[in-house]
C-alpha cells in the first residue's frame, strides 16, 4: 500500500501544505502549494483552500520560517476548496488573489506571472469548471493542474459549468505538453504528485473514452435517461459520489448529443 499523502518539500520549488478537509471529492485534503525561487523572499500561495484559519496560519509559518512573505495568490478555479479562503487570505497576506472571473484581477491563458526570479505560465485548461486553469512551473517542468488532473483517480466535469469537449482539448493540450518534455510531473489540487505526467495524462484520456463508449452503449439500449445511465457505467463508483456521477453522465450526453 502506498503511504497516505500528506504534503511537504515536493520539489526545490514547490512545497504543499495539506488543507484539513479530506472527502471522497477532496481525497487526502486541498493541496495549498507555496512557489518559490530558492534563496528568495517572495512566494505565491496557488489555492489557499477552505476557510479554515488555522490551514491559513501554517501557511504563512512555512513562509515565515523561509524568511518570505506572500506577494501573490492564485486560483486554480473558483470551488469552495480551492477558493473558499482567498478573501482573508489576501487580508491576511496583503497580496492580490488572481484567478478567472469572481472579481478577482483577471488571468488569461499564456500569461507570464515573475515572482522574485520565479517564473509560471498560465494555461488555460477549462472542462472540469469553465474557469479551470493549470500553472506551468517551468523550472521543475511541473504542471499545477487543480482539479484538471488528481493525484488518484479520475476527475469529474462539472456539467453544464463544465464540459466535456473543453475537458478533452485541455487534455490533450497537457498530452502535448508531455509529449515535448515541457511537462514531466503534474502537482495536482488534491492527492499526490504524479511523477509520469505523460502516463497519467494518457489514463485520463483513454478512461474518458472508454467511458464515452460505455454511455453511448447503455444510451443505444436504454435511452438518455440520465439515471439509467449512472446505475450502468458507474456501478463500479461509491453511490455517495453518484450525484457527482450524475454532472459528469450529463456532460457526456450533451457530448454525445453534440458530437454524434
Ligand atoms: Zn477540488
Given amino acids: ?46 489555492d489557499p483552500g477552505p476557510l479554515d484559519e488555522q490551514h491559513l496560519q501554517r501557511v504563512l509559518d512555512l513562509v515565515a520560517l523561509r524568511g518570505a512573505r506572500v506577494v501573490l495568490t492564485l486560483l486554480t478555479h473558483a470551488h469552495l476548496d480551492h477558493a473558499e479562503s482567498a478573501g482573508r487570505f489576501g487580508e491576511l497576506t496583503g497580496a492580490p488573489v488572481r484567478a478567472i472571473g469572481a472579481g478577482h484581477a483577471g488571468l488569461g491563458d499564456g500569461d507570464r506571472l515573475t515572482v522574485d526570479g520565479l517564473d509560471l505560465a498560465v494555461v488555460a485548461t477549462p472542462g472540469h469548471t469553465g474557469d479551470s486553469l493549470s500553472f506551468l512551473l517551468a523550472a521543475e517542468n511541473a504542471l499545477l493542474t487543480g482539479d484538471t488532473i ?28 508531455t509529449g515535448s518534455g515541457e511537462v514531466t510531473q503534474i502537482l495536482p489540487g488534491h492527492g499526490p504528485t504524479v511523477p509520469d505526467a505523460a502516463g497519467v495524462v494518457r489514463y485520463y484520456l483513454d478512461h474518458r473514452s472508454e467511458r464515452l463508449e460505455q454511455v453511448r452503449a447503455v444510451v443505444a439500449v436504454r435511452g438518455g435517461d440520465v439515471d439509467a445511465v449512472v446505475e450502468t457505467v458507474y456501478a463500479d463508483v461509491p453511490r455517495e459520489l453518484w450525484p457527482v456521477a450524475r454532472l459528469s453522465v450529463l456532460a457526456q450526453l450533451d457530448y454525445l448529443r453534440t458530437h454524434p
Fill in 1 to 46: 500500500m502506498t503511504p497516505a499523502w500528506v504534503g511537504g518539500d515536493i520539489t526545490s520549488r514547490a512545497t504543499c501544505v495539506l488543507a484539513p478537509n479530506p472527502g471522497a471529492m477532496t481525497l487526502e485534503g486541498t493541496n495549498t502549494w507555496v512557489l518559490m525561487e530558492p534563496g528568495s523572499a517572495q512566494c505565491v500561495v496557488v
Fill in 150 to 177: 488528481l493525484g488518484r483517480g479520475t476527475a469529474v466535469v462539472m456539467w453544464p459549468d463544465g464540459e466535456l469537449s473543453a475537458y478533452l482539448r485541455s487534455l490533450q493540450r497537457i498530452e502535448a505538453m
